[in-house]
């Protein structure tokens, strides 16, 4: 099993900032990507940013220029540092984690419990 544990949630006003985090533990012999997924009332789960081993980076449209995700890769860990929040940002925010367990024959993909982004003036 590959637990995920979020953290940095919380209520924002508009135009502020928060920084997400999720590390990654348990049985891992290497991780593929990490991201953030999101999820508002109402609508489907949709890609916010991941980031894959080597550095690259892909973002939503909606993100691109206010969000950026980074990777310690010592620590299994991402974060996404979001920035000029909107009150659309609202939203569950979910890390996101693929690799594999013990060796290349061994995949994994893992789900954070989620955390609550809320902008609001």
């Known amino acids: 099993q590959v637990q995920l544990v979020e953290s940095g949630g919380g209520l924002v006003q508009p135009g502020g900032s928060l920084r997400l985090s999720c590390a990654a533990s348990?049985?891992?012999?290497?991780?593929?990507?990490m991201g953030w997924y999101r999820q508002a009332p109402g609508k489907q789960r949709e890609l916010v940013a991941r980031?894959?081993?080597?550095?690259?980076?892909n973002y939503a449209d909606s993100v691109k220029g206010r969000f950026t995700i980074s990777r310690d890769n010592a620590e299994n860990t991402v974060y996404l540092q979001m920035n000029s929040l909107k009150p659309e940002d609202t939203a569950v925010y979910y890390c996101?984690?693929?690799?594999?367990?013990?060796?290349?024959?061994?995949?994994?993909?893992?789900w954070g419990q989620g955390t609550q982004v809320t902008v609001s003036s």
């Open positions: 996101n984690a693929a690799g594999y367990y013990s060796d290349y024959t061994d995949p994994f993909r893992s």
């Open positions: 348990g049985s891992i012999f290497s991780i593929n990507f």
């Open positions: 980031i894959i081993t080597g550095g690259s980076t």
